[in-house]
């Protein structure tokens, strides 16, 4: 089970932090990630970072957005800076494993011109 929170209202240029914890040992999936889906358009990934540490984000958010672990927490988070409007959408926690991709209720971000 994962429970993604953290997202909100926020003005251009300005933070969140989103977080995302898991019921299992996140130290044991392969992949953990955040995706995002804006209205009318497809589920994308912002972010993924794997078991074994290997980080990736998507071109539209590197240098804006880091994404970590908490292995003792099992939790997952995304600290989005320099927010802009388009990204604006829902974003969504998921892990991969065993070939079977898992997925979290969402959180809204808002960003605001």
């Known amino acids: 089970q994962l429970q993604a929170s953290g997202g909100g209202l926020v003005q251009s240029g300005g933070s969140l932090r989103l977080s995302c914890a898991c019921s299992?040992?996140?130290?044991?999936?392969?992949?953990m990630a955040w995706y995002r889906q804006a209205p009318g358009k497809q589920r994308e990934l912002v972010a993924q970072?794997?078991?074994?540490?290997?980080?990736d984000y998507a071109d539209f958010v590197k240098g804006r957005f880091i994404i970590s672990r908490d292995n003792f927490k099992n939790t997952i988070s995304l600290q989005m800076n320099s927010l802009k409007p388009e990204d604006t959408a829902v974003y969504y926690c998921?892990?991969?494993?065993?070939?079977?991709?898992?997925w979290g209720q969402g959180t809204q971000v808002t960003v605001s011109s």
């Open positions: 299992e040992y996140i130290s044991a999936i392969n992949r």
């Open positions: 970072i794997t078991k074994d540490g290997n980080i």
């Open positions: 998921n892990a991969f494993q065993w070939y079977t991709d898992y």
